[in-house]
């Protein structure tokens, strides 16, 4: 796969009224990854599922998802992307918690985590309503991606869709620390740019998608023994 990619931002589902689709991950983005990455009937895992792209896209193209999502509203919504409302097969709660004998072995993962920056004290992990670090939010990065291995077949892919963070002239090597913390557990192949056509009417002030930039980085992995 190229190292760079430019694609269309935009979402090809409607979110109900009411949310927020700031940080929803746009279906093209993920669509280019499981092309790539996996065949029909693979299963296709998000543990943090959010709105539940991965999980649409990846039923769309032939695939079987499975997700983990912290917040109740969205396990709601991503549920609705499951054929037969197979409600389990979306989850609710941590994926720090998660038993890895619920899911079957899945042949890919395509995620992306909640952000934290430096500065900041509240834990993502918890949707900000707790308090944090930035060492323990990257300690709960790694038990969370280690969570994730366990239960990956032996040679699955994984796609990270993560962001530097910029603001007030300060910055957040959070793509970089992502990286190192899961290639404890993970093996690391490298990363993709990935920046965005479209979206003029978004506009943070500080770049167009958020963080403070117009790029954002597919990290990519193997779970060894394949
Ligand atoms: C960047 S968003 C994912 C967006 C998703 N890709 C989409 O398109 O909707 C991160 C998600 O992780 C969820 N989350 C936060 N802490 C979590 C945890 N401990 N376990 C599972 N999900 C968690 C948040 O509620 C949020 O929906």
Known sequence: MDTYLALEYEHDTPLPEGFDDEFRTPH???ERFLDEYTDPGDRVFDPFAGFGTTLAVAERLGRTAYGV??????????RRHIPDEDDDRVRH?????????????????FTSPPFMEREDDRNP??????ESTYADYLDDVETAFSRVQSVL??????????????HEGRVTPLAWDVADRVSNVLHFDGEVVVTWTGGEDRDHGDGRFGYGYDHS????????GA
């Open 28 to 30: 093209a983005l993920v």
């Open 69 to 78: 999502e912290y917040d109740d509203e969205m396990v709601t919504y991503a």
């Open 93 to 109: 709660g941590s994926v720090l918690d998660l038993d890895p004998s619920w899911v079957p072995a899945c042949d890919c993962c």
């Open 125 to 130: 992990f918890e949707n900000y309503a707790g």
């Open 153 to 166: 077949a032996p040679g699955a892919r994984v796609v990270v869709d993560v962001s530097n963070m910029k």
């Open 217 to 224: 980085y597919c990290l990519t992995f193997t779970k060894n």
